[in-house]
């Protein structure tokens, strides 16, 4: 017996209808494909709030329930009408007589019409249907537009895309889809899909009584792969760069379920990476779509926009407001942000490396992972950077940044750029001749990394790190230094990127809301204002172990006997991530790494250097990618630039005749 659903629900949220109006003329070839696809989305997607909406009883075709056996069903109520478009707004009536607004007992904040052919990213929609108010009037699509002679334009829902209705708008709903089921005429679609006139027969009802047309809500490019042939969606969800498939909130028209269990598969995947942002500046700026005879309308309604570029916690709406206020009128390269500045000259007692790790106490993990990664490689030099004290142990190497703002991963660039602003405050800007960057779950050795840096001058401006390549959504690439292998600043760009921040910064917050990769956004503030790229400071393959692969090979986490040959670099200066329970036990590998190597220093190899120097990356392009090189942008490094293979093969050379080289 179906069952309705809803009846049972006791908060609002997202409430998810899908049609299964399969009458007694569908075949069995579709009952069973409708079938197929319907578990495929219980495997995948289905949410506790979503329902299967069958035929009136007795209308339905045979087999249908047994098809449907174990999925949550609500059937239509019968009021004997013969028009399929007309089924359309009794599909949309029956909906809201199952809510409070209908007089039924059910509470959804937001309620969603999808076919059985798309797949629903639901907790990414759900958050982006978070950045509205409920209680306010809401229809919103994907729009698609509908050509009749004579008449203007009409746009309503695209069918894959799905159609969806605040609470504040359901009463209303309840209204109209009676008085258009009253007054309207009576006929089957003469031509074209069901689903098709199904959408466009509820919008023009909402159109001609309540004035309200479909408003699109996310970036149709960036959100949404909606296509008639199963194929071509597909192929642009295989296209589509696989770290913001997160982003995308429908999929369709998909025909399989293995085509569902795929493109669930991968946005699960997707979903490891924390801080991509998908809310982009699309979202952001004024912009307007057209069509080919000339009509255009705004991307965004005003208040949709508005919801959308608000939609961030308080505090970053606060730090907004205030970065624009001061920053209002200044330009980045005057003062201490020209590259033509003058370094201030050295005090009298400046350090060699400080090194500053963004710290928490949120979280009892997160303050002894601090407190691990202290016992184990940190100095005097070592700097945890936190909103507030983290423990006794820490508080003689604390940084209390006052304006620091605890937050998660997502949002990790905007504590590295207030970080790095502040780093360029007097007491700070010239102490140090680099300015490293770490996380808590790395290992340094330290040492090694300060013998290094000593191969640079920190009065020029220097960029050091472990480059990588990060591909955008608009087909841009970034080569940025990871930030989980930790990065410097020379004692002379410092007092730059300190100017620079809160402008980046402001950017990001009015462009993403402060999310995003905190590497790939300091690497992209320092090249927008500076024009300086990040370089290689160390060998990738024998002097840095960041990569699954690296710490599989070397088995640097592991626990060796006594006396076991070792595949751990003995020069490895960075491993990265490293649980805190395994810091102890990489410093011992490393260092009886170090004690069972031969006679050789930890220098740069000259025969490597020359070999980088002459190797040129590639990275695999997307299309996106191959267009922007088109248009001139390369996308060739060599492993060692021209400056900084120069600068390390002389000091390859220095510090193998001297004797106090480690």
């Given at each position: 017996m179906a069952t309705d659903v809803f009846q049972l629900a006791t908060s609002g949220g997202l409430c998810i209808f899908i049609p299964a109006l399969l009458g007694p003329e569908a075949s069995l070839e579709e009952l069973d494909h409708y079938g197929q696809m319907a578990h495929a989305t219980a495997q995948t997607w289905l949410t506790n709030t979503t329902s299967f909406v069958i035929p009136e009883q007795g209308a339905e075709a045979p087999g249908l329930l047994e098809k449907l056996a174990g999925l949550p069903t609500t059937r239509l109520t019968a009021r004997g009408l013969t028009g399929r478009s007309l089924r359309a707004l009794l599909f949309w009536r029956h909906i809201v007589s199952l809510l409070e607004e209908g007089g039924g007992t059910g509470k959804c904040d937001w309620v969603m019409k999808v076919p059985v052919w798309s797949y629903v990213n639901a907790p990414t929609l759900k958050?982006?249907?978070?950045?509205?108010?409920?209680?306010?009037?809401?229809?919103?699509?994907?729009?698609?537009?509908?050509?009749?002679?004579?008449?203007?334009?009409?746009?309503?829902?695209?069918?894959?895309g799905g159609t969806i209705i605040s609470r504040g708008l359901l009463g209303h709903v309840a209204a109209w889809t009676d008085y258009c089921m009253r007054y309207a005429e009576t006929t089957d679609t003469p031509f074209g899909s069901d689903s098709f006139f199904d959408d466009y027969t509820f919008a023009m009802c909402l159109s001609d009584l309540g004035r309200l047309v479909a408003s699109n809500y996310a970036d149709m490019e960036g959100s949404f792969i909606l296509f008639d042939r199963p194929n071509h969606t597909m192929s642009k969800f295989q296209n589509h760069p696989d770290t913001l498939k997160q982003c995308l909130l429908v999929v369709g028209r998909l025909d399989t379920a293995q085509q569902v269990l795929r493109v669930h598969d991968r946005v699960s995947w997707s979903k490891w990476h924390t801080s991509i942002p998908c809310i982009g500046e699309s979202q952001m700026g004024r912009f307007s779509i057209s069509d080919a005879y000339g009509n255009s309308k705004e991307y965004y309604e005003e208040r949709i926009r508005l919801a959308l570029y608000y939609c961030k916690a308080p505090e970053f709406v606060y730090l907004e407001k205030s970065l624009s206020q001061r920053l209002h009128g200044l330009d980045p390269r005057a003062g201490q942000g020209a590259l033509a500045t003058p370094v201030p000259g050295p005090p009298r007692m400046r350090r060699h490396l400080c090194i500053f790790v963004p710290s928490s106490a949120r979280k009892l993990r997160f303050i002894e992972a601090a407190e691990t990664a202290w016992r184990v490689w940190?100095?005097?030099?070592?700097?945890?950077?936190?909103?507030?004290?983290?423990?006794?142990?820490?508080?003689?190497?604390?940084?209390?940044?006052?304006?620091?703002?605890?937050?998660?991963?997502?949002?990790?660039?905007?504590?590295?750029?207030?970080?790095?602003?502040?780093?360029?405050?007097?007491?700070?800007?010239?102490?140090?001749?680099?300015?490293?960057?770490?996380?808590?779950?790395?290992?340094?050795?330290?040492?090694?990394?300060?013998?290094?840096?000593?191969?640079?001058?920190?009065?020029?401006?220097?960029?050091?790190?472990?480059?990588?390549?990060?591909?955008?959504?608009?087909?841009?690439?970034?080569?940025?230094?990871?930030?989980?292998?930790?990065?410097?600043?020379?004692?002379?760009?410092?007092?730059?990127?300190?100017?620079?921040?809160?402008?980046?910064?402001?950017?990001?917050?009015?462009?993403?809301?402060?999310?995003?990769?905190?590497?790939?956004?300091?690497?992209?503030?320092?090249?927008?204002?500076?024009?300086?790229?990040?370089?290689?400071?160390?060998?990738?393959?024998?002097?840095?172990?960041?990569?699954?692969?690296?710490?599989?090979?070397?088995?640097?986490?592991?626990?060796?006997?006594?006396?076991?040959?070792?595949?751990?670099?003995?020069?490895?200066?960075?491993?990265?991530?490293?649980?805190?329970?395994?810091?102890?036990?990489?410093?011992?590998?490393?260092?009886?790494?170090?004690?069972?190597?031969?006679?050789?220093?930890?220098?740069?190899?000259?025969?490597?250097?020359?070999?980088?120097?002459?190797?040129?990356?590639?990275?695999?392009?997307?299309?996106?990618?191959?267009e922007a090189s088109r248009l001139g942008n390369t996308y060739h490094w060599a492993v060692y630039g021209e400056r900084e293979y120069e600068v390390l093969l002389a000091c390859s050379q220095q510090q193998a005749a001297d004797n106090s080289t480690l």
């Open positions: 958050s982006r249907l978070d950045c509205f108010n409920a209680s306010e009037s809401f229809f919103l699509g994907v729009p698609t537009v509908a050509y009749s002679p004579g008449e203007e334009p009409f746009m309503f829902p695209n069918p894959w940190g100095t005097n030099n070592t700097f945890f950077v936190s909103k507030q004290p983290l423990s006794v142990l820490l508080d003689g190497q604390t940084f209390l940044l006052e304006n620091d703002i605890d937050t998660d991963y997502a949002h990790l660039p905007v504590r590295t750029f207030l970080l790095f602003e502040a780093l360029g405050r007097p007491e700070w800007v010239n102490a140090c001749d680099w300015y490293m960057k770490a996380d808590a779950d790395s290992f340094l050795n330290v040492p090694l990394i300060e013998q290094r840096l000593r191969c640079f001058d920190p009065s020029d401006f220097w960029f050091l790190g472990v480059p990588q390549v990060a591909h955008s959504a608009r087909g841009a690439l970034t080569r940025f230094a990871s930030g989980g292998a930790g990065y410097m600043i020379s004692r002379a760009l410092l007092p730059k990127l300190a100017t620079w921040a809160p402008f980046c910064l402001l950017q990001l917050l009015q462009h993403a809301g402060g999310t995003g990769m905190e590497d790939v956004s300091l690497a992209g503030c320092i090249w927008k204002w500076g024009h300086i790229d990040v370089v290689s400071y160390a060998d990738y393959e024998t002097e840095v172990i960041t990569s699954e692969a690296a710490l599989n090979r070397t088995r640097v986490t592991h626990t060796h006997l006594p006396g076991e040959k070792l595949a751990v670099p003995p020069c490895a200066m960075v491993v990265h991530s490293v649980r805190p329970e395994d810091l102890e036990t990489v410093a011992a590998n490393i260092k009886s790494s170090w004690q069972q190597r031969d006679s050789g220093k930890c220098i740069p190899d000259q025969s490597r250097l020359m070999q980088g120097a002459a190797t040129l990356l590639s990275p695999e392009l997307s299309h996106l990618d191959i």
